[in-house]
């Protein structure tokens, strides 16, 4: 039977590296390097708040509302200022979270065997992802993933995020692919499904908690384990 798909491109963020359980893991590494707790702050209250300001400046990022720079900071000096911790430099907790946060290699569950099981059957495969260029590349190869990917496409040196078209359609040309065969692999509705999806991509939604896919379109193909993407292929 002939193939349907010829190039397979992955997000990376909790679609192949965990980055629920990797992030908490540096963001504790971070806060008791820092001594945070100190201030009378648990590390659960200040991961949560943290989170809520990063996703929000994450959201203002990919519209291109605010800067690296800006986000950077900013995601930690509104956690200082709402839990009102004093005395530590922004930038600073930023820099070494980001050094702690390519050190850690938790995978979402089948990663590495859908990986092997594509790579076996002569899938030419890519990452698309949002994010840091100097974090992406080293979380790629300290968790022994950058060695199944023949390119890798990072929004910041792209210079268009998802779920901008342009992203999508550079990471396609680069590749020597053709839309029609290839396929978008992706946990994040808005930034991987739609953003292929309005290319012109096929897609696969990778969704675990079912409750998140209701009301989504039906023609997408969903998957709630990366295990299932081999039936896919």
Known sequence: M???????FFDLDNTLWD????????????????????NGVQFDQFFNTYSQYNDELWAAYRKKEVTKKELTRQRFQLTFNSLEIKGIDALEMNELYLSEMPKQTHLI????EVLNYAKSKGYRMFI????????????????????????????????????????FEHAVKSSNAKKKLSLMIG????????????FGMEAV????????IKNKKNDIRVITSLNELITVL
């Open 2 to 8: 002939k193939r349907k798909y010829t190039h397979l």
């Open 19 to 38: 980055f629920k359980t990797n992030s908490r893991c540096a963001m504790l590494e971070t806060f008791n390097k820092l001594e945070i707790g100190k």
């Open 109 to 112: 569950d089948g990663a590495r």
């Open 128 to 167: 698309i992802t949002n994010g840091f260029k100097e974090v992406q590349h080293r979380k790629l190869l300290n968790s022994d993933l950058a060695r199944y990917f023949e390119k890798i496409f990072i929004s910041e040196e792209v210079k268009t995020p998802k779920p901008g078209r342009e992203i």
């Open 187 to 198: 946990d994040d509705w808005d930034v991987d499904i739609v953003g292929a999806m309005d």
């Open 205 to 212: 939604f990778l969704s675990p908690v079912e409750e998140s």
